[in-house]
């Protein structure tokens, strides 16, 4: 340790991030300016720069240091832009941008609880959805679009028994982080299926993105093949208005509560597998809220439920790449260690996954046509992780998504959407994501012509 570093070393360790992040922009930009006297040294130093974990790299060890303790950060940027240059409401095109913050603590090893960990992220939401301006379609064109605000977002604490089997989480908790979701659905740009089966937001409260609300939970893994999880929350809807920027943090069981089961499947998961990865999950819901009809406002139901189901299924496959991202992100990680951090909606991390080509579908059903706007949401798709010699961590994705309107919305029918894009993993922090989408009767309705997306989405992980 040299004495800077000792130096850091008395401050609090928020203090000495800071410090040392300075230090870091430093001490790279010197690197750029002055030692580089060749295109060569130059060279090496991005090269260096883009083999690191994070935009920002270890903070001069202080990152690594605080990990060893148990505190871990991170932040991310992600941006779409997207345009329809043909169909829709009218031609253009915008921007939306989305940052994320979160701290993630492991008591265990900060202060010798066993199995607690507490989790705590916030949010930046900017620029403006060009579904609603541009194309008028049902499944946004840009899957980080949200209202523009900034919002509080995961509080939580957790605690696993059993070595990890059993996993009790109590606080303002997502339920889009573990329920209707796949990291498979993390390459699409579509808000179709990523992060979720979002015909499900347009029937309940459900608490995703940048809205969370008061909840428990109980995560149960078996073995590692096997896993079941259960939540509920409370089910105000004020939570999510954007005035509020989730700081509303009063209990109002008022409204109703949201409670959610689902049970997933998987084999041969994780480097050490020999054959082809694959998963099932099946998953149910019911929310006690009251439902105002579609076609008549002032009658009311009790209660609103659904179901949903996907499956996933490696057709072939090459090497298993080296890993690089946080070890609770890793496939074969048990619930209870992700339930342990924050939820990051958009990481520019490649994901655990082995080289081949991944086939998917799923399936929702609301059954309630009278307070239901979507009763069924089918998808399907393609991922070929490293398609092109040499480009591993690249991935090409292909999906279909249709979303069905309730018959009680007249002159609405399907909306269906076709994407294809490739993303291109430029450093383990960085990647960019060329996209074209194909919007067939936006917001199902004939009247609207059938929409050309041209779109494109750049996340970096700092």
Not at 9 to 25: C, I, K, M, N, Q
Not at 147 to 176: K, N, W
Not at 398 to 403: A, D, H, P
Request: overall charge negative; proline content about 5%; charged content about 15%.
């Amino acid at each position: 340790m040299d004495h800077a570093e000792a130096g850091l070393l008395e401050y609090p360790a928020p203090v000495r991030g800071a410090l040392a992040s300075l230090r870091f922009a430093a001490t790279f930009l010197a690197s750029l300016l002055v030692a580089p006297t060749t295109h060569a040294d130059v060279e090496s130093v991005l090269r260096e720069w883009a083999s690191q974990q994070n935009a920002t790299g270890d903070w001069c060890g202080t990152r690594r240091d605080l990990e060893r303790h148990g505190v871990s950060f991170w932040a991310s940027y992600t941006t779409d832009l997207a345009g329809n240059f043909t169909g829709g409401v009218r031609r253009g095109a915008s921007y939306a941008g989305y940052g994320e913050v979160g701290v993630g603590v492991d008591l265990e090893k900060l202060a010798g609880v066993p199995g607690a960990s507490l989790a705590a992220s916030g949010f930046w939401a900017s620029g403006r959805n060009a579904s609603l301006v541009y194309v008028g379609n049902f499944f946004s064109v840009q899957e980080i679009s949200a209202p523009r605000a900034f919002y509080l977002g995961q509080l939580s604490v957790s605690q696993s028994l059993f070595d990890g089997a059993l996993t009790l989480q109590i606080g303002r908790l997502f339920a889009g982080d573990v329920f209707a979701t796949s990291p498979l659905w993390d390459y699409y740009v579509n808000v179709g299926v990523n992060d979720n089966l979002n015909s499900l937001p347009a029937n309940i409260f459900f608490p995703a993105f940048q809205t969370t609300a008061w909840g428990a939970r109980v995560s149960y893994q078996p073995t590692s093949a096997l896993d079941f999880v259960a939540g509920v929350y409370d089910a105000n809807p004020n939570v999510g208005a954007p005035g509020q920027h989730g700081a509303d943090l009063s209990f109002d069981f008022s409204y109703g509560a949201l409670a959610m089961a689902q049970t997933t499947l998987q084999w041969e998961q994780g480097h050490t597998a020999k054959g082809l990865p694959g998963s099932v999950t099946a998953g149910a819901y019911y929310e006690s809220s009251r439902f105002s009809w579609l076609t008549d406002p002032t009658r009311q139901t009790r209660g609103s439920y659904g179901a949903y189901l996907y499956v996933d299924q490696m057709l072939f496959r090459g090497d298993w790449p080296e890993y690089v991202g946080p070890v609770h992100l890793r496939a074969d990680a048990p619930r209870g260690a992700r339930l342990g951090q924050p939820y990051v909606n958009q990481s520019a991390t490649p994901k655990d996954r082995a080289v081949g080509l991944t086939a998917w579908g799923a399936l929702y059903v609301a059954p309630q046509r009278n307070i239901s706007t979507q009763t069924l949401q089918a998808a399907a798709g393609l991922l070929w992780h490293g398609m092109l010699p040499g480009r591993e961590h690249d991935v090409a994705a292909f999906s279909v998504v249709s979303g069905v309107f309730s018959r009680e919305l007249a002159g609405q029918g399907t909306e269906t959407v076709l994407e294809l894009n490739y993303r291109v993993q430029l450093a383990p922090w960085l990647y960019l994501t060329p996209d074209f989408q194909y919007v067939i009767h936006p917001n199902g309705l004939t009247s609207i012509g059938d929409a050309a997306v041209l779109a494109g989405e750049m996340s970096i992980t700092f």
